[in-house]
């Protein structure tokens, strides 16, 4: 039974990993290059100065990474205020759900907190969650542990006691590396049966996770959050 829950926000709770994907690929054609998904999907859940580190040479010089990079930041920005990302199904159900039952809830995403807090707000998310913690807070990113042990100190429980919903490989990872539970949800690419085994389940949408709520959650005593009605779903 667990006491807290995790989240990760992109492809998880927002559809966004598409949109995001495709403005990679247009800005990297501006560079006279193609963007295989094999590559892009190494970077799916990660922070751009890990994905920086490791493949800043794609362009020749880490200097035209680092330019497409500000390239992409701008046109994602300047996406989600004209367009918005999505909430992805069964999202507000399952976090209405953890509120009934008293279930803290963190945000963990490889996003910059600040972003973080932004898109949660449009989105009509934020209400739902205690506490986030970005990907520029911690020293090292998914699929290192800092960002979910970072998660468990602000939510005040202990890391074994954390149910980590992840859409990516290298975030399931990281929780299981903090010593957590995992569960992924695909968005881009299914997990390889390696990472698959070790979590908890592998489940199509959030909108299968309230049927597991009862096996997976403790009942918490506490206030419940007040949230917003209707949830914004853009």
Request: a negative charge; one cysteine or more.
């Amino acid at each position: 039974m667990h006491s807290a829950a995790v989240f990760d926000m992109d492809g998880l709770l927002l559809d966004s990993e598409r949109p995001i994907r495709d403005i990679w690929r247009l800005v990297t054609s501006e560079f006279g290059l193609v963007l295989s998904d094999e590559i892009y999907l190494q970077w799916v859940g990660r922070r751009y100065a890990d994905v920086a580190e490791q493949y800043g040479g794609i362009f020749g010089e880490r200097r035209l990474f680092d330019e497409a990079c500000g390239l992409v930041r701008t046109r994602v920005s300047d996406f989600y205020e004209a367009e918005g990302f999505a909430v992805k199904t069964g999202a507000v159900e399952l976090l209405s759900l953890l509120n009934e039952r008293g279930i803290p809830c963190c945000v963990a995403s490889s996003t910059r907190h600040a972003e973080v807090r932004h898109r949660l707000e449009r989105a009509g998310l934020r209400a739902y969650f205690d506490a986030i913690a970005g990907g520029d807070e911690a020293s090292n990113g998914k699929p290192h542990p800092d960002l979910f042990l970072l998660a468990a100190e602000r939510l005040g429980v202990n890391p074994r006691h954390c149910l980590v919903f992840e859409d990516s490989e290298h975030g399931a990872q990281g929780a299981l590396a903090a010593g957590m539970s995992a569960v992924i949800v695909p968005d881009l690419k299914t997990p390889a049966p390696d990472t698959a085994a070790l979590c908890l389940a592998v489940l199509e949408s959030l909108a299968h996770v309230p049927a597991f709520c009862e096996a997976w959650f403790s009942r918490q005593q506490r206030t419940a959050l007040t949230i917003p009605s209707p949830a914004r779903s853009t």
